[in-house]
């Protein structure tokens, strides 16, 4: 009987052992792998990296599969460094003879069936009033391709009557994370090598001292003939995201299937794609934030600086990251970056360690974000009205679209005077601010 009950309390006592990750569905793509005691370690990243079968890891850790002892006498774990299919970086630590089972990322290599076209996210509508039709795209992929004229009959309703929609697609073909947008009436061409040609926003920020609005859907959008001009003004940005500072338009797009950069200051053009494109194919950090809640700094410049030999590699603290934007609070770095012509995502708890671009180059980024309200003011100096809630509820499909008004920001905190909106919010894991004037309109992102 007693022999039982100690097999029993063996049991009960492993069971966290056996469970630890184990029920875990997320595939991980293995970025290093150390293992060791105190200040002995070793880095077993190749020996784990070889233990890969199919698309799991399974197998116990002790020193005989990980190739030796680093620390005698000493109880060792096991650190896992890996990154999730959106790019988050995760430590994960397994104890001596407990079992690591883990799903494991799969990326084939070019040539043998890599880079199929995914929709992962489609949108068809106007400002909050869309209708998904993921599932309806992807329906209708065909050898690979799709082609297909943008109306109401093929989107299956008109989810804005009167209103003029468009389409916007979030996909991955050949490895590459894309967006698109297609003004109704007009045609969806992806795959094969339709998707080639095109010009594409990939990336689009405006503001000035590290307050940016994300303007990518609005650019767009505004797209004809595979060409765009723009003058860069508040009004043609949709804000104001840093009052009285002369604000520049930083945009990252993709033309001929290569990937180029280019800027344009407030009240000049933006006129792409130039006649000589500044492509890129090196790493670099397209925008990179560093913060908790609604309180961050900037650091896209202070990351560029830090890249050697194609290379960043970095323990992310309040000291690297030049400061502490929200004391007392868990930070994160979330990155959007550019390698071999490839754009990536990854994000990184405060204390971790950033690396790109990595065991794999590109990461998986989050295709279509989450638009979050963080902080929403009415009114003037001095007399002003949190209406973060109120905005937060009217958020529809990831999008917000709102005449600015004392009725819809339920009530006039200084009547008679000129009364202007100002906005925090999140989106892709990135803070972002606008604000925007009596009787205008918000529309985010």
Do not use: C
Request: aromatic share 8%.
């Amino acid at each position: 009987m007693r022999l039982r009950r100690v097999w029993l309390l063996l049991f009960l006592f492993s069971l966290p052992l056996l469970a630890q990750y184990s029920t875990n569905s997320t595939p991980w793509t293995i970025v290093r792998a150390d293992y060791g005691a105190g200040n002995s370690w070793h880095d077993v990243t190749s020996q784990v990296q070889s233990l890969v079968r199919g698309d799991a890891l399974n197998f116990t850790v002790d020193n005989q599969t990980l190739g030796g002892d680093p620390a005698p006498e000493k109880r060792k774990s096991l650190r896992l460094q890996v990154r999730g299919l959106r790019g988050n970086l995760e430590t994960l630590t397994f104890n001596e003879r407990s079992i690591v089972s883990l799903r494991v990322a799969v990326f084939q290599p070019r040539g043998w069936g890599w880079g199929a076209l995914r929709i992962t996210k489609a949108q068809y509508g106007a400002g909050a009033r869309v209708r998904d039709v993921t599932q309806l795209l992807s329906s209708q992929i065909q050898s690979n391709q799709i082609s297909l004229r943008v109306s109401n009959s093929t989107m299956g309703g008109d989810p804005a009557e009167g209103s003029r929609k468009s389409l916007t697609v979030w996909y991955t073909y050949r490895g590459r994370i894309s967006q698109t947008s297609v003004n109704e009436g007009g045609t969806l061409s992806l795959g094969g090598g339709a998707a080639q040609a095109e010009l594409r926003i990939v990336r689009a920020d405006y503001g000035a001292a590290g307050r940016f609005v994300d303007v990518s859907s609005r650019l767009n959008s505004q797209i004809q003939g595979d060409r765009l001009s723009v003058r860069v003004t508040n009004e043609t940005m949709g804000g104001d995201p840093a009052e009285e500072r002369a604000k520049t338009l930083y945009v990252f797009y993709s033309y001929n299937g290569r990937l180029a950069r280019a800027a344009a200051e407030e009240k000049g053009y933006l006129n792409i794609p130039s006649g000589t494109p500044n492509y890129v194919d090196n790493l670099q950090i397209m925008r990179a934030q560093y913060g908790a809640d609604y309180r961050f700094h900037d650091v896209t410049e202070l990351l560029n600086q830090q890249i050697q030999n194609d290379r960043l590699n970095l323990r992310i603290t309040n000291e690297t990251m030049g400061g502490d934007p929200a004391e007392e609070r868990p930070k994160k770095l979330t990155v959007f970056y550019v390698y071999n012509g490839e754009p990536g995502q990854i994000t990184v708890n405060e204390k971790d360690t950033l690396d790109l671009p990595g065991t794999v180059s590109g990461s998986w980024p989050s295709a279509a974000g989450e638009l979050q309200i963080l902080r929403a003011i009415y009114g003037v100096p001095g007399l002003e009205t949190d209406v973060t809630d109120r905005l937060a509820s009217r958020v529809q499909g990831d999008q917000l679209l709102l005449q600015v008004n004392s009725g819809t920001m339920g009530g006039d905190p200084a009547a008679g005077r000129p009364k202007r909106l100002k906005v925090v919010y999140l989106w892709q894991g990135l803070r972002y601010e606008t604000n925007i004037p009596e009787n205008g309109t918000v529309s985010l992102p």
